[in-house]
């Protein structure tokens, strides 16, 4: 049994359903302080709903400390709930093998991605005593939850202490067919609403005693679906808005409702900002004549690392070990770069394939856990090869 895959199937092994870390932060906290990394544990959020955090920093040689740039792996030791356990092939925190695969809760997303970031440390430090940077690591129990306690929190707490941060590599389950087929280097925004439409509630057979806010809202809202909001650029798709949930009604089909309440989503890109795609919004409500009230609640701003020295990089590792180009993408949901990219300005996502990832019988190919931790190490050895450099020792790191 290999390294990586001995330290995937122990993190799998702990019940570590969001907020819930059970004992995978210590777990990698101990194998972390064996190479030289000095762990601090940052909890946070109330005793009812605790999240652990986990920063952990390996300076670089001594020579080089001082001035040496710094490389975070991040990610989360929480998974999603199981669902049904009878819906299961095998218990989902006892990992089991079945041709060829690793089966377990979080064997995609994404225990396999720490236990390959970790064991790639431990690699390339045995080969190299004097790294020319510094490894972090960020761990959460908040990424699959609210993430209000996780990472923000931890991000908070360096940027005030000034710490340095040049590259971070997510961990998150990016890949489609096979391990670096598809990194991110960014993802979209996200800003969510709730508009509350204000009519006069009524008995239905007398519509002029009172005033319907379905009827009033509707031509508004078939505006906003027709809107372009930008046209999106190089890396991101157009800015989209989208209606989740409408409600109205008391539950008597002969009254007029009082108020109409819509759930939206804006998913957006560089090219939009929040205050525009707000005061565009309102601005239809208003030419409507629509009595409204509006609650704005900001998930992350939008966030691009464009191809350069690092992006090239990261995909020359993959290509060294896979043989093939990874495509760029900024597809998706959310995830904790939006927060990490406020404090460090190259964030790339690289995980395993994603294909079952918070189903029934989430499992990884063994083959894609090695090649995720050969993946990790390359990158290491090639920004340790571009860091010692001539040229780059006198321009600096990148």
């Known amino acids: 049994m290999s390294n990586t895959l001995q330290l ?10 969001t907020p819930e870390d059970a004992n995978c932060q210590a ?13 601090e544990n940052m909890p946070s959020g109330p005793e009812t709903f605790r999240v652990q955090n986990l920063f952990a920093l390996r300076p670089a040689s001594a020579a080089k400390s001082a001035q040496a740039p710094v490389l975070l792996f991040a990610g989360h ?5 199981t669902g049904p356990l009878k819906n299961w092939s095998s218990d989902p925190f006892t990992p089991s093998h079945r041709a060829g695969k690793l089966y377990g809760r979080g064997a995609s997303d994404m225990k396999s991605s720490l236990a390959a970031m970790v064991v790639a440390c431990e690699e390339f430090l045995a080969s190299e005593s004097q790294p020319a940077f510094a490894l972090s690591f960020l761990l959460t129990s908040d990424e699959e939850g609210p993430a209000t306690d996780g990472t923000v929190v931890v991000c908070n707490t360096l940027k005030e202490r000034g710490q340095r941060l040049d590259w971070c590599i997510v961990g998150e389950p990016t890949s489609i067919k096979v391990t670096g087929d598809m990194i991110k280097n960014g993802r979209r925004g996200t800003l969510s609403g709730k508009l509350i439409a204000k009519g006069v509630q009524g008995h239905i057979a007398y519509p002029q005693l009172a005033k319907n806010p379905i009827h009033l809202v509707t031509p508004a809202l078939a505006e906003l679906v027709a809107i372009e909001w930008d046209q999106g650029n190089a890396f991101f798709p157009p800015t989209t808005w989208q209606i989740s949930n409408i409600h109205a009604g008391t539950g008597a089909s002969n009254v007029i409702p009082g108020e109409c309440v819509i759930d939206f989503n804006f998913r957006f890109c560089t090219e939009s900002t929040v205050d525009s795609l707000q005061q565009r919004l309102k601005s239809v409500l208003d030419h409507h004549g629509i009595e409204y009230s509006l609650q704005w609640t900001l998930g992350g701003l939008p966030f691009i690392t464009p191809p350069g020295e690092f992006v090239n990089l990261v995909q020359e590792a993959i290509k060294r070990i896979n043989g093939q180009d990874a495509e760029l993408s900024t597809t998706g949901g959310t995830s904790d770069g939006r927060f990490i990219s406020q404090i460090c300005k190259e964030v790339i996502e690289l995980g395993p394939p994603n294909a079952t990832i918070h189903k029934v019988d989430e499992h990884i190919e063994l083959t894609e856990l090695e ?7 390359q990158i290491l050895r090639g920004l340790q ?14």
């Open 77 to 81: 030791t929480d998974v999603v709930p």
């Open 385 to 398: 090869t571009h860091l010692s450099s001539p040229l780059q020792s006198q321009q600096g790191p990148a």
């Open 8 to 17: 995937t199937e122990q993190l799998i092994a702990e019940v570590s359903v």
């Open 27 to 39: 777990i990698l906290a101990k194998r972390l302080e064996a190479i030289g990394f000095q762990c």
């Open 371 to 377: 090649r995720l931790k050969e993946i990790y190490l």
